[in-house]
């Protein structure tokens, strides 16, 4: 299994500014991904954060909007810039291993931008 | 295209009822399928997991089977209490990948 941590748990921010939200893994991870929940929707995967190298977007999604850093097999960051009221969102890390079927996802963070 | 779908969307049950929730799939070649959970405002709860080589798994009052000729996964609560209201989502997982379902949101009336 694995413990993440998410931080901050929630936010209200302000139009036109940026929100970074951290993912703490308690142990090295393969892979490492970052879900968006709008409200009263399905999870919609927005990137998959890779270790020492340039995240890989879905559909939708752009690195201008999203960026993403992964220092390490621990760690990863997901900034959402430029922030408006369509953003309101809990954004959601989420971990998996080569050779495991699971996946483990964080507490998530409830974003409010107003 | 690789679809997760759940029915019924909503579900409202007396306390002590038994239920079974519905998730299908387009994907015949799946990998695996994730029950969660979701509380409102929160995240994720992984239930069950079922590799793809299984038929079902088991955890307390929950049951999760798995169909894959018919591309249905199916969760059975046993006995409901007012505590298991909460939003269930299926999820075809893969280490690299996961597709979810769009929910179905359980109400258990006291």
């Known amino acids: 299994s694995a413990v993440i941590s998410q931080k901050p748990s929630r936010d209200i921010c302000q139009r036109g500014t940026s929100l970074t939200i951290q993912c703490q893994v308690d142990s090295q991870v393969t892979m490492m991904f970052w879900y968006r929940q709008q409200p009263g929707q399905s999870l919609t995967l927005i990137a998959t954060a890779n270790q020492g190298s340039e995240a890989t977007y879905e559909s939708g999604f752009v690195i201008d909007k999203f960026p993403i850093s992964r220092p390490n097999l621990t760690f990863s960051t997901l900034t959402v810039s430029n922030l408006s009221p369509e953003d309101s969102s809990i954004y959601l890390c989420s971990v998996g291993r080569i050779g495991q079927s699971e996946q483990y996802f964080g507490p998530g963070t409830r974003l409010t931008v107003t | 295209k690789q679809e997760v779908t759940q029915i019924p969307a909503a579900l409202s049950v007396p306390e002590g009822e038994n239920l079974v929730l519905n998730c299908s799939f387009t994907d015949s070649a799946i990998y695996n399928l994730q029950w969660f959970r979701q509380d409102p405002g929160k995240g994720l709860t992984s239930l069950l997991l079922?590799?793809?080589?299984?038929r079902e798994q088991t955890s307390g009052r929950l049951n999760a089977s798995l169909d894959k000729s018919s591309g249905r996964s199916t969760l059975y609560i046993a006995a409901s209490q007012p505590g298991d209201s909460a939003t269930y989502l299926c999820?075809?997982?893969?280490?690299?990948?996961?597709?979810f379902g769009p929910g179905t949101s359980l109400s258990v009336i006291p």
């Open positions: 999820a075809r997982t893969s280490y690299d990948k996961v597709i």
């Open positions: 079922i590799q793809s080589s299984q």
